[in-house]
Nanobody
Framework: QVQLVESGGGLVQPGGSLRVSCAAS????????MGWYRQAPGNQRELVAA???????NYADSVKDRFTISRDYAKNTVFLQMNSLKPEDTAVYYC??????????WGQGTQVTVSS
């Protein structure tokens, strides 16, 4: 009923920038929280950033002052602007959307690789 399509991942050098996006479509009445998670090989999936329905944001300490999460409310899309990227940011980045009815949906994941 609900599909999340991620885009924007890729290979970037340390210190570079990437912008990933996640567009939700389908049977959507409203969206509560949208967020980005990441999972590196051998690690557990961790929250990177989240943004609420009213625009409140929170970030993992490791990405504060480097990443910015934003939403296009009209298009049901969430973005993650990643600046000053580090090799330790390398991971598969997953979009998560909590609908107004409380149900969660996950994107397919997009690979972000930071390497020289």
């Amino acid at each position: 009923q609900v599909q999340l399509v991620e885009s924007g991942g890729g290979l970037v050098q340390p210190g570079g920038s990437l912008r990933v996006s996640c567009a939700a479509s389908g049977s959507i009445f409203s969206i509560n929280t949208m967020g980005w998670y990441r999972q590196a090989p051998g690690n557990q999936r961790e929250l990177v950033a989240a943004i609420s329905a009213v625009g409140n944001t929170n970030y993992a300490d490791s990405v504060k002052d480097r990443f910015t999460i934003s939403r296009d409310y009209a298009k049901n899309t969430v973005f993650l602007q990643m600046n000053s990227l580090k090799p330790e940011d390398t991971a598969v980045y997953y979009c998560k959307v909590e609908l107004g009815n409380g149900y969660d949906y996950w994107g397919q994941g997009t690979q972000v690789t930071v390497s020289s």
